[in-house]
């Protein structure tokens, strides 16, 4: 019997503008392309999302199995998702007004709404600053008897997600935030790739406008990480073209280092090198030994170093 092939087609969905890609199969609709609308069953409920992507490879199936696409969005299904978009700031004040109510705004933020495209689910994004869970059944209760016949969510972000969704200048001065402008996942990141691309640690030169580690500081890490490995350490001995230094900066991406040199009788010098045009200290400086000290193969014979073996030398000297 032939082999049956996987027929299986994978497309990339985006439901925001700026968003993270979901990936789901849409074998039954095979000719999708890129910039068309379609529906899909998730998690939470039945969403329209756009196809950003249709893969050329299956990527490893997740857990659970790949959901499908159940159809192509119709114009009315667009017009249905507008409408209900039109009403989200109406649903988050209502929100607010009660959370207020219940003594709750001490504690939690109401972010923002969302509805599904055609209103059957409302989902509240709230944050928090405190790391005990909140209990937030009797909001909910009572937004689902505000909103009697939808499926209502109170959903938990996090602080960049927060700054991601409110937009706004960014702490370097960048009109519209990474995070709003085009970065569709969050990466982790750490204090290190700050340390090692030379930044300050003054809070302010490293935190962004979302109270964590900025966005960016894992832009160049790796480059950074990378242009280190072939330069010399800060405090090592060099020897360069005006002599020898001790290196006190690197420039990672010129690829080049700065070095200070004493001078006789004069104040130390600071110069910049580009990498080759430098030597390791240590290394000359091993060789330069190992060329002063007697040869210790002239007794075995075939030595044509031309030195005096520590023999002949002891000889003489008696």
Not at 9 to 32: A, E, N
Not at 168 to 181: F, H, L, P
Request: proline fraction near 6%; glycine fraction near 8%.
């Amino acid at each position: 019997m032939p082999m049956q092939t996987d027929t299986k087609q994978i497309i990339g969905v985006r439901f925001t503008k700026v968003g993270k890609i979901y990936h789901f199969d849409s074998s039954s609709l095979p000719d999708l392309r890129k910039g068309e609308h379609v529906i899909v069953d998730t998690t939470r409920g039945k969403h329209l999302g756009e196809v950003v992507q249709v893969l050329e490879e299956i990527p490893p199936k997740p857990e659970g199995g790949w959901k499908s696409v159940e159809r192509r969005a119709t114009p009315r299904d667009l017009l249905l998702q507008q409408s209900w978009k039109n009403k989200q700031t109406e649903a988050m004040i209502n929100c607010r007004a009660r959370a207020s109510e219940l003594g709750l705004l001490d504690t939690i933020k109401i972010v923002s709404a969302e509805y599904n495209y055609d209103g059957t689910r409302l989902a509240f994004l709230f944050s928090t600053d405190i790391e005990e869970k909140v209990d937030l059944k009797s909001l909910k209760k009572d937004m689902q008897e505000l909103y009697p016949n939808k499926h209502i969510e109170l959903r938990q972000i996090g602080p960049r997600d927060v700054a991601k969704l409110l937009g706004g200048m960014g702490a370097c001065g960048i009109e519209t935030r990474c995070c709003s402008k085009f970065l569709t996942d969050f990466s982790p990141i750490s204090i290190k790739m700050a340390k090692e691309q030379g930044i300050s640690l003054t809070p302010n030169e490293i935190t962004g406008m979302c109270g964590r580690l900025r966005c960016c500081l894992i832009y160049e890490y790796e480059q950074y990480v990378e242009a280190r490995k072939t330069l010399p350490k800060r405090n090592k001995k060099v020897i360069t073209p005006k002599g020898e230094g001790k290196v006190i900066d690197v420039i990672p991406m010129s690829d080049k280092v700065v070095v200070l040199i004493e001078v006789p009788n004069e104040r130390p010098q600071q110069h910049t090198f580009m990498r080759e045009e430098l030597q390791p200290w240590d290394e000359l400086e091993a060789l330069r030994r190992k060329s002063q000290a007697p040869c210790d193969r002239h007794e075995g014979g075939g030595c044509t170093c031309g030195k005096s073996s520590p023999l002949k030398k002891n000889d003489r000297n008696n």
